[in-house]
Each structure stands twice: as structure tokens, then as C-alpha cells.
Nanobody, 124 residues
Framework: QVQLVESGGGLVQAGGSLRLSCAAS????????MGWFRQAPGKEREFVAAISRSGGSTNYADSVKGRFTISRDNAKNTVYLQMNSLKPEDTAVYYC?????????????????WGQGTQVTVSS
């Protein structure tokens, strides 16, 4: 079992930045590709970003490319999502997830473990 706890969400003005963290416990995340997903009110969960097990490959949704950066520190068992140039449409609950595979996949149903989420609100 892998327990995932997200932090770093909050309220920010459009154009601002936030850095989300996902701290894992129970098992080392070095065996997992890791991903971030989000869900806005009234919408389905969508893929945001993923990073391979080694950290050598990343995958981003088109809507966040060039603005968001996913990274990982396996020694700290933590994954990060740096979010810059935030827009009101980025407002959502952001979830961290672990995928028992090597590659950075964008399909949420393939992920094995999920955190509880952290709220990100971007005001205009």
C-alpha cells in the first residue's frame, strides 16, 4: 500500500504560481510512475502531468504545457507540481496518483493509488 498526501494548494491570483507536493508513505515511490490529475466542479477528472519511474520522461496535458512542471525526489519519496502562469480555468482539486509502471501515462484508470486531493483556486 502507498499512502499519498498532497499539500501546497490555496488561493492565488491569475498569473501567480503554486507548488504542490505529494508525500508518499508505506512504500518507496521509486517503483512507481507518478501523476497529477485534477477535477473541477461539475467536470470529470482530467490528466495534468505524469513522470516516469526514473524521472527521465514526463508527459503533460496540452492545457498546461509550458506552464506546469512535474518533478520527483525519490530520496524524499515526494513528487512536485510547479504551476506557473495560473489561470482561473486551472481551479480544481488536484490529486496525486501512483502507477506501478515505468512510463508516464495519462490514463487515470491505470493508476493504483490516489491521494485525497488539495484545492487550488485561481481568482481572476
Amino acid at each position: 500500500q502507498v499512502q499519498l498526501v498532497e499539500s501546497g494548494g490555496g488561493l492565488v491570483q491569475a498569473g501567480g504560481s503554486l507548488r504542490l507536493s505529494c508525500a508518499a508513505s508505506g512504500r518507496t515511490i521509486s517503483s512507481y510512475a507518478m501523476g497529477w490529475f485534477r477535477q473541477a466542479p461539475g467536470k470529470e477528472r482530467e490528466f495534468v502531468a505524469a513522470i516516469s519511474r526514473s524521472g527521465g520522461s514526463t508527459n503533460y496535458a496540452d492545457s498546461v504545457k509550458g506552464r506546469f512542471t512535474i518533478s520527483r525526489d525519490n530520496a524524499k519519496n515526494t513528487v512536485y507540481l510547479q504551476m506557473n502562469s495560473l489561470k482561473p480555468e486551472d481551479t480544481a482539486v488536484y490529486y496525486c496518483a501512483a502507477d506501478y509502471t515505468a512510463t508516464a501515462r495519462g490514463m487515470g484508470h491505470m493508476y493504483d493509488y490516489w491521494g485525497q486531493g488539495t484545492q487550488v483556486t485561481v481568482s481572476s
